[in-house]
């Protein structure tokens, strides 16, 4: 039986087929500015030098030094990176060597390189993000509540400074090929900002909630003899009221719960190693649990 629809087939299929170039062909593409100015550092190394030396007026010494530190401070981290070797010592370089430059060419407040240089600190941000690690799940490949809010907080902010540097194709002149470039122009920015295109994440989600394949209303078992276990902690989260007389105790309480669902299990290596998924409570199946006073002040539970 067939449980997805063609086109979402074939776009498994496609990030299948390219799961393992992507991503390399990415980190080529946030860190290439730095292996261009790398390289223009060693074909242009006298001239490079002499500005150092005619701006700052210092020897011939610390205008070699200059041109030195800014080749191998960019080759060589950007090597760290797309082999992924100590990729956060790496971003850390290339971040000093973005400051080093803005201070050595005297430019920091020229519009054109402070767009530049925050596009490269939000694709760096992207790198440091895609280098951390997931926080890790009791059951590997079963949706797991986790905060992971710094990490996409991070990436959020990466990728918008990311598409501030094509800002500068803004024209505000009011013929028709410049409306309509802008138009198109600000959709791709919105679009790379927010994560709407190529979301694992979130094609992942649509095909495990698939209708024809999951139904919340029934019970995760493969069939209907098999129990379904369910753990829970009950913890005090806060204390609104306490009523001496009438002996009544108002709280704020939370109740995690685990429990496995067959139906909602994927291999991590088929989806870029996504282990994680954050799923609103009401598009899953919820066991019913009863809380129940009983003697010794103890609570039961019935589910």
Same mark, same amino acid.
């Given at each position: ?21 992507? @991503? ?14 790398? $390289? ?36 060589? !981290? ?46 760096? $941000? ?16 079963? @949706? ?8 996409? *907080? ?10 501030? $540097? ?47 394949? *999951? ?46 669902? !067959?139906?909602?299990?994927?291999? !991590? ?17 919820? !066991?019913?649990?009863?809380? *129940? ?11």
């Amino acid at each position: 039986m067939n449980f997805v629809t063609p086109k979402k087939r074939q776009e498994w299929l496609f990030l299948q087929r390219t799961k393992y170039i992507l @991503p390399h062909l990415a980190r080529l593409c946030l860190i290439s500015t730095f292996i261009e100015d790398g $390289m223009r550092m060693w074909m242009q190394w006298g001239q490079q030098r002499d500005y150092i030396k005619n701006t700052w007026h210092v020897g011939w010494f610390l205008g070699t030094l200059f041109v030195i530190i800014n080749m191998f401070g960019q080759l060589i !981290p950007c090597g760290m990176i797309l082999i992924r070797k100590k990729t956060d010592i790496a971003c850390g370089i290339l971040f000093f060597i973005i400051a080093f430059q803005a201070m050595a060419y005297q430019v920091i407040w020229e519009l054109r390189f402070l767009l530049r240089s925050l596009s490269l600190v939000g694709g760096l $941000m992207l790198l440091m993000v895609e280098n951390r690690k997931e926080a890790r799940s009791l059951f590997a490949g079963v @949706p797991t509540i986790h905060n992971n809010a710094p990490k996409n *907080y991070m990436q959020l902010a990466g990728r918008i400074l990311l598409v501030i $540097m094509f800002l500068t194709i803004v024209r505000f002149e009011f013929t028709f090929f410049s409306i309509i470039k802008n138009i198109i122009g600000g959709i791709c920015i919105l679009c790379v900002a927010i994560g709407i295109i190529c979301d694992i994440e979130m094609n992942l989600t649509r095909t495990l909630l698939n209708a024809d394949v *999951y139904d919340k209303s029934i019970r995760p078992a493969l069939n209907h003899r098999d129990v379904t276990n369910v753990s829970f902690d009950l913890s005090l989260a806060q204390l609104i009221d306490v009523d001496e007389k009438n002996q009544i105790i108002t709280t704020n309480q939370w109740i995690t719960m685990i429990w496995r669902d !067959p139906k909602l299990r994927w291999n !991590p290596l088929d989806w870029d190693n996504v282990s994680l998924l954050h799923i609103k409570y009401d598009k899953v199946w919820l !066991p019913d649990i009863v809380l *129940y006073n009983v003697s010794e002040e103890k609570i039961k539970t019935l589910y």
